[in-house]
């Protein structure tokens, strides 16, 4: 389960913002480094420290590789966690914690299986919660739903992020965080 939520992820990264700004590949993300400065649109290292924040579960709110109230929460939670002067700026040395939590790539690709194309599908997901709860299982209701719904992205940023292509066949790679 957590290594699905983990693909979800990077798909999650590469929804969020890519289409919007600089481009966000694996190897940018995964490769960024910090640097001082406020970015003004998406950016690989914002993307990648709340990849690596939610990771630590200090939750980011919306992983979109930009600067939000939600970011500088998780920033100064996980700062005062670890020590450090919690101001909920990342700086050098918080982005040192940060990265020093995980060792793996924040951004992998992930092989569709055979599994995530069969199913189940929901026909209808009711809007109200209550009307949800008498439902026997919550599922998606078509193909791709999973590439971006359970993740706090939107789901056309998670659909632009793999150029257009539909999860319908299995072996198919798609990229995640």
Same mark, same amino acid.
């Given at each position: ?88 700026? %990342? ?6 914690? %940060? ?79």
């Amino acid at each position: 389960m957590i290594r699905l939520l983990l693909v979800f992820a990077v798909m999650l990264a590469f929804a969020c913002g890519g289409a919007r700004s600089a481009k966000l590949d694996l190897a940018t993300v995964n490769q960024a480094q910090f640097t001082a400065g406020e970015p003004k649109d998406v950016d690989p290292t914002l993307l990648k420290a709340q990849i690596l924040l939610d990771r630590a579960r200090f939750s980011p709110g919306l992983i979109d590789g930009r600067l939000s109230e939600n970011f500088a929460k998780a920033v100064g939670a996980f700062q005062q966690a670890n020590g450090l002067r919690s101001d909920g700026k %990342l700086t050098a040395e918080t982005w040192s914690k %940060l990265t020093a939590t995980s060792a793996d790539p924040v951004l992998v690709t992930y092989e569709v299986t055979r599994k995530d194309v069969r199913g189940p599908f929901t026909r209808r997901i009711p809007a109200r919660m209550e009307r949800m709860a008498r439902l026997r299982w919550l599922a998606y209701r078509q193909r791709g739903g999973e590439a971006g719904g359970a993740l706090p992205c939107q789901r056309k940023v998670a659909q632009d992020a793999q150029s257009g292509r539909r999860l319908q066949e299995a072996r198919q790679d798609l990229d995640r965080a």
